[in-house]
DNA sequence: CCAAAATTGGACCCGCAAGTCCAGAAATCA
DNA sequence: TGATTTCTGGACTTGCGGGTCCAATTTTGG
């Protein structure tokens, strides 16, 4: 996904067009390195003490690296880094659930998706760094906006993609709406997983899943 | 829901029987309602600006007291009264649903109910303060989680006998699990919340709604 | 190999917000 | 009323964490 070959082109940092002040111009193969170890410490970090309590310090330990390089590659700070660390995130929200998820083409299919968004939740266990990373810098900020917006315009285009394939094959009826579909199946499954973060509990995820996929099937 | 008529009880301050520790073991009238006083206000600074840019300080001001005042209320400081306001929030989320959501028993009443939230959410915009707090304090820590917990399992349950009465009428199977049911809407309602508070539409929210009642009334 | 630019280290600053303290005012109760 | 407890005000301390600065070092491109 990364690794882009050529270095030292003078394209700005943000990957995947995402637009806003990022930075140097230019990086050399040690600085973007030293970038992307910084931002993958940072997600780790917040993985396991919570955003919260996550300090620059605490990602200057983890990466080895200084506060003056923090500052060097994030000019505008920790907001700036938390952005980046939520895009990180929001990029694995959806490649932990391939191929699966871009695989929706029969109903053990459906079924083998709904086990891997259990599992991957499962084994993420209570923490939701993406939803802390959003909540700490404000659901208002732009940016954060954008990136979660992002996140479930594809999420949900996955779902309505494979509701639309299976209508195709008749296993769904042609009249059910399949983005209206796709958009509460996400919501059981966003609600789902907000419902384990503070209780514990993954039954509501795997009741959303399950009595969404079933109201798809019946005809 | 509080005005206890006799003042000066030996009671400790925590409604509803939740535990911890609670500051002095006595109030008089005045400090009562100082209690209260403050607790609301942080509640209501916390909704305008946001849990992580309200600090001590601005409840002072806005609730007309003083730190040792804070202090002496809520001897562990912030984090206790974060556990206080949240349990406010949790009250009025299902209060605000009343007395719609102790009625579903017909499917006008479901949709009048559905309308309710809808409105209510709209109204409230972009920001929760319960998820925040929730957030702030950690879902990890046992009082918010218990907060959460609680709440879930009330509306989990109104829901849950708002469909057992639509049984009893037949309008809806017998075969069908009203607390699975119940919980996968419940997730559908959390994760439509979540998504508008992040992306600021409504859209899922409708949508989980409308196809999760839509799916209890097929049959 | 040299100049320019990018990268790195870490000491330092600063403001803020949580929490402490104690003395004085007000309420309670005998 | 007077003794006792609760309540209130606000000045003070403290630590922490984000952000700045600059000089040293490495890397790059010619």
Redesign the pocket.
């Given at each position: 996904m990364l690794s882009n070959g050529a270095?030292?082109e003078n394209h700005p940092i943000g990957h995947r067009g995402y637009p806003g002040p990022v930075?140097?111009?230019?990086?050399?193969?040690?600085?973007?390195?030293?970038?992307q170890r910084i931002v993958e410490g940072a997600a780790a970090e917040i993985r396991e003490r919570g955003v919260a309590?996550?300090?620059?310090?605490?990602?200057r330990a983890r990466t080895?690296?200084?506060?003056?390089?923090?500052?060097?590659?994030f000019?505008?700070?920790?907001?700036?880094?938390l952005l980046e660390v939520a895009r990180h995130e929001a990029d694995r929200v959806l490649s932990d659930q391939q191929p699966q998820l871009g695989d929706l083409t029969s109903w053990p299919a459906w079924q083998a998706w709904r086990d891997r968004v259990v599992d991957r939740y499962l084994r993420q266990g209570m923490d939701c760094p993406l939803s802390g990373v959003i909540a700490q810098l404000g659901r208002s900020t732009p940016g954060a906006q954008a990136v979660v917006s992002e996140l479930m315009r594809q999420w949900q285009g996955e779902i309505a993609a494979g509701i639309r394939h299976m209508q195709g094959l008749g296993e769904i009826v042609p009249a059910l709406d399949a983005d209206r579909s796709a958009a509460a199946l996400l919501a059981g499954i966003q609600g789902g997983v907000m419902v384990m973060l503070a209780t514990g509990r993954i039954g509501h995820l795997e009741a959303a899943l399950d009595v969404g996929i079933e109201g798809l099937r019946r005809r």
């Amino acid at each position: 996904m990364l690794s882009n070959g050529a270095l030292r082109e003078n394209h700005p940092i943000g990957h995947r067009g995402y637009p806003g002040p990022v930075g140097p111009k230019t990086l050399t193969q040690k600085g973007l390195a030293t970038r992307q170890r910084i931002v993958e410490g940072a997600a780790a970090e917040i993985r396991e003490r919570g955003v919260a309590e996550t300090t620059l310090d605490h990602v200057r330990a983890r990466t080895g690296t200084s506060k003056s390089q923090l500052f060097h590659y994030f000019p505008d700070g920790k907001e700036q880094l938390l952005l980046e660390v939520a895009r990180h995130e929001a990029d694995r929200v959806l490649s932990d659930q391939q191929p699966q998820l871009g695989d929706l083409t029969s109903w053990p299919a459906w079924q083998a998706w709904r086990d891997r968004v259990v599992d991957r939740y499962l084994r993420q266990g209570m923490d939701c760094p993406l939803s802390g990373v959003i909540a700490q810098l404000g659901r208002s900020t732009p940016g954060a906006q954008a990136v979660v917006s992002e996140l479930m315009r594809q999420w949900q285009g996955e779902i309505a993609a494979g509701i639309r394939h299976m209508q195709g094959l008749g296993e769904i009826v042609p009249a059910l709406d399949a983005d209206r579909s796709a958009a509460a199946l996400l919501a059981g499954i966003q609600g789902g997983v907000m419902v384990m973060l503070a209780t514990g509990r993954i039954g509501h995820l795997e009741a959303a899943l399950d009595v969404g996929i079933e109201g798809l099937r019946r005809r």
